[in-house]
C-alpha cells in the first residue's frame, strides 16, 4: 500500500494540519495589481494562538494585527481592537485570519518595508510565555504572540 502524499492546494485534515489557514488577500498598490487572492496563505495561525484570539476578541471585541519591524517590540505582531491602529498607505494587508469561534475575520497588516523583508516567507502567528509589549492585548495574560516563518515558493 503506497501513503498518498497531499499536494498542494488538497484538501487537509484539520487535526494534523499544524496551522489554520487564512483568506489571503493582498491590497492593491503593491505591484499595481489591485486586490488579489493568492492560493497559498502569507498568515496563519497556530491552536494555541487561535484559542488567545478567541478568549481576547470576548473581552475586547473585533480584533486585527499589526507588524512593522519598529521599535518597541522588534517584529513582534501586535494585537489590537480592530481599527485601534491606523493603517495606511504605508501598511500591506496580509491576510483576514479565520479564527473557529469568532464570526468576523482577524486583519493582519504590515508595514510596507517589513513586508519587503518578509515577502518570501510564511507567516505563522503562534503564542509563546512571556512579556510582549505593553500595547499588544496579550500582555496582561503572561504570554506574547510570535511570528515564525517558514520560506514559501517565489
Known amino acids: 500500500m503506497s501513503k498518498e502524499v497531499p499536494r498542494e492546494g488538497s484538501p487537509r485534515n484539520p487535526a494534523t494540519e499544524p496551522a489554520q489557514r487564512t483568506r489571503n488577500l493582498r491590497r ?72 473557529d469561534g469568532v464570526e468576523e475575520p482577524v486583519e493582519f497588516w504590515m508595514s510596507r518595508s517589513q513586508y519587503e523583508v518578509w515577502s518570501h516567507t510564511r507567516l505563522i502567528v503562534d503564542v509563546v510565555p512571556g512579556r510582549g509589549s505593553g500595547f499588544s492585548l496579550e500582555a496582561p495574560e503572561g504570554v506574547r504572540f510570535l511570528i515564525r516563518s517558514r520560506l514559501v515558493d517565489a
Open 28 to 99: 492593491g498598490g503593491m505591484h499595481g495589481m489591485g486586490d488579489t487572492y493568492e492560493e497559498t496563505p502569507r498568515v496563519e495561525l497556530t491552536p494555541e494562538a487561535s484559542v488567545l484570539l478567541r478568549r481576547l476578541r470576548e473581552a475586547h471585541g473585533p480584533l486585527m494585527f499589526h507588524q512593522s519591524g519598529g521599535c518597541c517590540d522588534g517584529s513582534a505582531p501586535m494585537c489590537y481592537p480592530a481599527g485601534e491602529f491606523r493603517t495606511g498607505a504605508s501598511d500591506v494587508l496580509l491576510g483576514e485570519l479565520a479564527v
